[in-house]
T-cell receptor, first 114, second 113 residues
């Protein structure tokens, strides 16, 4: 089975621009979660989607948004980029996001904002 | 609310000696607990997980962890460190009903030759 894939792997943007990151979960997985990883803040939860519905959201401003498609693929969007948005963005998939589910992570998208 | 505390930001051991990475959690429910590892420039990989079955959980690469409810701890151990174990390790608790994982700050494991 193919693992979680994320595209692109690297992105360089300038302040004020917007960006869209993509995540393809493991086949059969219906839950997709997004995380931001930075050296100072560690891993922070952005949001979780299941069957095209956002079930939970972390403490991020409204500039961060996401969606999930009927095939479980997910995208996240960041508008009006700020320097502080530079981070590794990780996507994880699991069967149904249940509390005992294992989340499988993609390699991440490294976003640099100049 | 659930929370996770990894008691050491860095742990340094010599190759061939035991490894102990400490994790305490707080949870209102019977939690699911996980240890993930992240090697430099690599993705996160599950080492092991506890989900209310056996309290001693065995994972990959010789790691194991013991769930101790009375101490609210889930420490990760390995009898003999190998150079390839050098990485960052994360203790994670699952927030039941909230569909999110709560992450510890991570412990960087350094292996001295």
């Amino acid at each position: 089975k193919a693992g979680v894939t994320q595209t692109p792997r690297y992105l360089i943007k300038t302040r004020g621009q917007q960006v869209t990151l993509s995540c393809s979960p493991i086949s059969g997985h219906r839950s997709v979660s997004w995380y931001q990883q930075t050296p100072g803040q560690g891993l922070q939860f952005l949001f979780e989607y299941f069957s095209e519905t956002q079930r939970n959201k972390g403490n991020f401003p409204g500039r961060f948004s996401g969606r999930q498609f009927s095939n479980s693929r997910s995208e996240m969007n960041v508008s009006t980029l700020e320097l502080g948005d530079s981070a590794l963005y990780l996507c994880a998939s699991s069967l149904d996001g249940d509390w005992a589910d294992t989340q499988y992570f993609g390699p991440g998208t490294r976003l640099t904002v100049l | 609310a659930q929370s996770v505390t990894q008691l050491d930001s860095h742990v340094s051991v010599s190759e061939g000696t035991p490894v102990l990475l400490r994790c305490n959690y707080s949870s209102s429910y019977s939690p699911s607990l996980f240890w993930y590892v992240q090697h430099p420039n690599k993705g996160l990989q599950l080492l092991l997980k506890y989900t209310s079955a056996a309290t001693l959980v065995k994972g990959i690469n010789g790691f194991e962890a013991e769930f101790k409810k009375s101490e609210t701890s889930f420490h990760l151990t390995k009898p003999s460190a190998h150079m390839s174990d050098a990485a960052e390790y994360f203790c994670v608790v699952s927030d039941r009903g909230n569909y999110q994982l709560i992450w510890g700050a991570g412990t960087k494991l350094i292996i001295k030759p």
